[in-house]
């Protein structure tokens, strides 16, 4: 009969340890669905594996009330907008660092990771001003670009390592094959680190998702962060925990999707292909 | 691979930093600024400002804080990492379930940070958490409010629920793109599995590996929001990390002068950590070239 | 080292496949010698490397065996094959030195250590990898990195075949011709049977003892450099040997005189008469410029100079024809006439070369 190539050593791995791993990993997300389907009398007051009392009341409060679900619209529109920007402008900026050296390579790179590890805390002030002052304050943009601070240098990171490992002598012998450079760049090149791509588009979009300092100093009202918006829940008379459990059984959702859209670029794998 | 020397390639770079510079520079500025002023809009520079640097360095407190932060962070990295790599290793790669994998893993990752307090907050409660409440039915003495090792056990489990899958989606795509080449050469070699991952999966996971490592550093460094969640830096100041006092500082106090300065030695230290980090690094290489 | 046959083998990727089409590799048998050099040569996608995967077992083919020495080994792993794959990039464990990468194969079957030193330091000196044998493999460059693969593979005496799939595309242009000198005298030293797959006629023609010309999955042709040469077995091989390839026209046949245009030729050899495609082929070596009216009328595009000779790019009727012109000779404005050389003239029925009846 016939097989296919198999990648990897093990063709038959123990499925145990990847169940055990992922049951850690879903006992308290299934908490938290449990929660968001109880009210909140009964989260406090009983401990029940499944809700007595199944309700929907907290998924229709999202629903129904806009500034619900426009903090996750929102959300979704600036860190699209973000993940695009860190994107494009990383790209380029990687393939030189991997392919080039040039006067204060090394030391731009550092400079670069710097400001990945620059506590929020610290620009949240400074931006709200810069933003401010050029009119860019309650705008999608405004979070977009404040979050590139700490996007982009992670995404020039993570690509810089997977273009390192695609050999130079791929580019040469595409010139030789007579195409251009962005011809190369598209068709050629990004293909081979489309793992790194995968990874680095769903960190972006991760990191700028769970960001709440900066995306609550920078909005107030027309770009309103969901994170902000579930702050919501905390108030003087107390936690809504149902609605939080709710919410934030919603905010898993487009993370996944962005995960399912780039799961074969992460699971793509290195196929050098006759060039 | 032998790189070219090419000053041309500034162009290439030339849009990020640009964008970076515009983001860190100038805000950056304006905290060097604040650290040197008495908030309350006394322009005496310099006298004052080293006055704050001084107090810091000496408190006990902040030492008492970076110790803790320190014993954190070195728990919960040698407990992710290798964990992170043992599960991107027995990964499926192909079909159905690798997808499935994939999304299921990352979703702890999607989780916002004061919803992953709230959920290990009542999940370690013994009575209405599914943790604290099993714990309880098996005898186990356990509350992470009043009891100090409970505390840390609940945040580092936490923290390794929550952050290990960032080490092994890094560590799945790392090892996704060695070409299957060298696991065919392996297998004519007669390679032994552990000859595999020491020779081939290792090495090649070295440049993720560094990735997920000092983001982990750095993360954990900073981490605020789920501690605070769920024990509030308690019981007593048992799980008051570094950015935890730093917060209470600057609100108790209402002073933002000795939090700038906080911020900025914090900052500091994580610059030390991977610069070395990064120089030995590049060392490496340089040598083995 | 083996002999390697391949017994009515093919392969398709689909699973039930239906015409010639779904294969990608169509039916072949074939016996390899022992010992000999064979460049598998074909344009991308003509089934060359579905081929040597078949014959280094990382694939198994769908229909068909192969065996090694008589026994089958058509489920048999790559390991348990005993042969030694060099790979289209360097494959080397980067970790470990030189040495160290030579001596891994050994080492994993438990040779003792004075036997692993003894092979080692033979196989580094054939390589030429004496003087970076104490080297991390990292740091090296491509064309040594390939010679570590290679030796990895030669460093086990008893390796029944040793296979290339393009190895020289990341070489750099001016070290492929060191490399190939290398291999065919490595190849001469140690005599293992030697498969290399290749889509450069120049690489196949001057390493191989034997040329498998492929297309689309078919086995066109296995011959010598020289039989491919005066007489490709199918119009592919024509056009796909030589720099240029053969010319070919399309001919009506009478016997043993070919009507070209409205030219009559004269050939060696009488044919069968048939309704079915015909063509002459004739190689640009043999084709002459002449300004002889009586000859057959052409049309001058171009003239190269390539050094040694030129070549003259024509027309005949629309058709192109190629002619190589010694470098002495000149190429004057009335010379708008060709001759055959008819003693190498090959006919072609539905693209297939026929042998007629040799006239005395």
Redesign the interface.
């Known amino acids: 009969m016939s097989t296919t190539t198999k990648k990897g050593f093990f063709s038959s791995k123990s499925p145990t340890i990847m169940l055990i791993y992922i049951i850690f990993l879903m006992l308290p997300i299934y908490w938290l669905i449990n929660m968001s389907l109880k009210t909140n009398e009964e989260i406090l007051g009983t401990f029940s594996l499944f809700p007595n009392n199944l309700t929907f009341d907290n998924y229709i409060i999202i629903f129904t009330d806009p500034s619900w679900y426009w903090g996750y619209i929102n959300s979704i529109t600036y860190v699209l907008m973000n993940t695009v920007i860190s994107l494009a402008v990383a790209l380029p900026a990687a393939y030189a660092f991997s392919r080039y050296t040039f006067l204060g390579d090394k030391h731009l790179f550092f400079w670069l990771l710097t400001n990945r590890m620059a506590p929020p805390a610290v620009f949240a002030l400074p931006f709200f001003q810069l933003y401010s002052s050029v009119g860019l304050f309650d705008t999608h943009i405004a979070v977009a670009l404040a979050h590139t601070l700490f996007n982009v240098p992670l995404t020039v990171w993570i690509l810089e390592g997977f273009m390192r490992g695609v050999p130079k002598e791929i580019d040469e012998t595409a010139y030789i094959d007579g195409f251009s450079f962005f011809g190369f760049f598209t068709k050629i090149f990004t293909p081979l680190i489309a793992s790194g791509i995968g990874v680095a588009a769903f960190f972006c979009f991760l990191f700028s998702w769970v960001e709440l300092l900066l995306s609550r100093t920078l909005t107030s009202v027309n770009a309103k962060s969901i994170a902000v918006t579930m702050t919501k829940t905390v108030s003087a008379s107390g936690v809504d925990w149902g609605v939080l459990a709710a919410a934030g059984v919603l905010t898993l959702i487009p993370g996944a999707l962005v995960i399912y859209f780039v799961r074969n670029h992460i699971a793509k794998g290195l196929s050098l292909g006759r060039v | 691979m032998r790189k070219t020397v090419n000053q041309k390639a500034w162009f290439l770079v030339l849009p990020v930093i640009l964008l970076v510079a515009f983001s860190a520079v100038i805000p950056l500025m304006t905290v060097v600024n604040y650290s040197v002023q008495d908030t309350f809009g006394n322009n005496v520079f310099f006298e004052v400002g080293l006055e704050w640097f001084e107090e810091i360095l000496h408190s006990e407190r902040i030492h008492a804080a970076l110790g803790r932060q320190a014993l954190f962070t070195t728990i919960i990295l040698l407990i992710e990492i290798p964990l992170g790599i043992f599960i991107a290793l027995n990964m499926p790669k192909k079909g159905f379930w690798a997808s499935a994998s994939l999304i299921l893993v990352a979703l702890p990752l999607l989780v916002p940070w004061n919803v992953v307090g709230t959920i290990w907050q009542i999940f370690g409660r013994s009575d209405i958490g599914l943790l604290g409440h099993t714990l309880a039915n098996l005898g186990i003495e356990y509350n992470y409010s009043q009891d100090v090792l409970s505390a840390w056990i609940t945040i580092i489990v936490m923290d390794v629920w929550h952050w290990t899958s960032l080490v092994v989606l890094l560590c799945y795509a790392g090892l996704q793109s060695i070409p299957s080449a060298y696991y065919q050469a392996a297998k004519i070699d007669q390679a032994s599995r552990w000859n595999v991952f020491r020779y081939i999966e290792l090495p090649k996971m070295m440049g993720v590996l560094l990735i997920a490592f000092l983001l982990r550093f750095m993360d954990s460094f900073m981490i605020y929001t789920e501690p605070m969640v769920v024990t509030g830096g308690g019981p007593g100041n048992a799980t008051t990390f570094l950015s935890i006092d730093l917060v209470k500082m600057a609100i108790g106090q209402f002073d933002l002068g000795p939090a700038a300065a906080f911020s900025l030695i914090y900052f500091l230290v994580i610059l030390l950590v991977s610069w070395a980090f990064f120089t030995i690094i590049t060392n490496i290489d340089k040598q083995e070239n | 080292m083996a002999k390697i046959t391949l017994s009515n083998l093919a ?3 689909i699973e039930n496949p239906t015409k010639p089409e779904d294969y990608a590799l169509r039916k072949i048998d074939h016996e390899w010698t022992d010992g000999e050099a064979y460049a598998l040569l074909g344009p ?1 996608g003509c089934g060359k ?1 579905t081929l040597l ?1 078949i014959i280094s077992g ?5 229909e068909g065996k192969i065996l090694f020495d008589e026994k089958d080994v058509t489920t048999e ?3 348990n094959r005993n ?3 060099v ?3 360097p ?1 080397v ?4 030195t030189v040495k160290e990468n030579l001596e ?2 050994l080492k ?2 438990g040779a003792s250590k004075e036997y692993i030193e003894k092979r080692v330091a033979s196989i580094a000196k054939s390589i030429q990898v004496e003087d970076i044998l104490n080297k ?1 493999a ?2 090296l460059t ?1 064309d040594a990195k390939q010679k570590i ?1 290679l030796g ?2 030669m460093v086990r005496e008893d390796v029944n075949a040793i296979l290339f799939d ?1 190895p020289l ?3 750099d242009p001016h070290m492929k011709w060191e490399l190939r000198t290398q291999l065919k005298t490595l190849h001469k030293e140690l005599g293992h049977t030697m498969i290399f797959v290749t ?1 450069d006629q120049t690489e196949a023609l001057t390493f191989a003892d034997k040329v498998v010309v492929m297309n689309v999955g078919c086995v066109l042709q296995i011959g010598t450099p020289e039989e491919l040469f005066k007489k490709p077995a199918h119009t592919f091989v024509g056009y796909f040997i030589g720099s240029p390839g053969m010319n070919f026209f399309d001919v009506e046949l009478e016997g043993n005189i070919a009507k070209l245009d409205d030219k009559q030729i004269e050939l060696n050899y009488s044919y069968e008469k048939t309704s079915k495609k015909i063509e002459l082929g004739i190689r640009p070596e043999f084709v002459t410029l002449t300004n002889n009216s009586n000859d057959i009328k052409i049309e001058i595009d171009r003239v190269e100079d390539v050094a040694h000779h030129k070549i003259v790019r024509a027309l005949l009727n629309g058709k192109k024809v190629n002619i190589i012109v010694p470098e002495d000779e000149k190429v004057t404005e009335d010379m708008t006439y060709i001759s055959l050389d008819k003693d190498k003239i090959n006919i072609y029925v539905d693209s297939w070369l026929v042998e007629g009846e040799k006239i005395s």
């Open positions: 392969h398709s990727y991308s490397s995967n990382i694939l198994t083919p769908s792993t790559t390991a042969i030694a794959q790979f289209q990039f494959v464990y980067d970790t470990m891994f194969p994993n079957r991390k990292r740091g491509a693969s990895r593979g393009e595309t990341v070489i889509h």
